[in-house]
């Protein structure tokens, strides 16, 4: 009887540990930075809807709950604010300073950067490749390797499978 006793308590426990180890209790951060950021081809972060999409290629795409923290949030507006990123053009347009034109092949199409912050909301947009001669294409350039460092570098990131192929 005994023996049946701490077989019936071993297994509440272990219904216990294993309920409590599935509960999903870790709740996002407030998002005071938000940032719709649509880069290469197909990767997402969106912190308006807290998730990210990582492009898998042949494998297609995965979504996952994503946020940033107050530190990584603080991080990008600061370089935000460094770059002037709320008085930069709405768009990025290619000229050529010549008759040459650069093709990009496959295109990644349009590249997206949205942040809003504190009352302001600002959208910019460009395409690869655009002329490197512009300096305030240089410093959104900048700003979008802040925020792709900061976003791969989260354990949430490393822990999405990796693209399987490349985009030809």
Known sequence: MKKLL???????LLCFVFQSCND??????EQFVQIYFKYDFRNELNTFDNTYQKDLI??????????????EQNKIIKKANDVNFFSMPDTFNYSSDDSIAIVIDPNPG?????????????TTIWIFYISQNDPQLNALIE???NIISITESKPEYKRLPPANGGNL
């Open 6 to 12: 701490n077989k019936f308590i071993l297994l509440h």
């Open 24 to 29: 999903s209790s870790i709740e996002p951060e």
């Open 58 to 71: 042949l494998d297609g795409v995965i979504i996952v709950p994503f946020w940033l923290t107050a530190e």
């Open 110 to 122: 349009e590249q997206v950067l949205r942040i809003k912050f504190n009352g302001k909301d600002k």
């Open 143 to 145: 700003l979008r390797k």
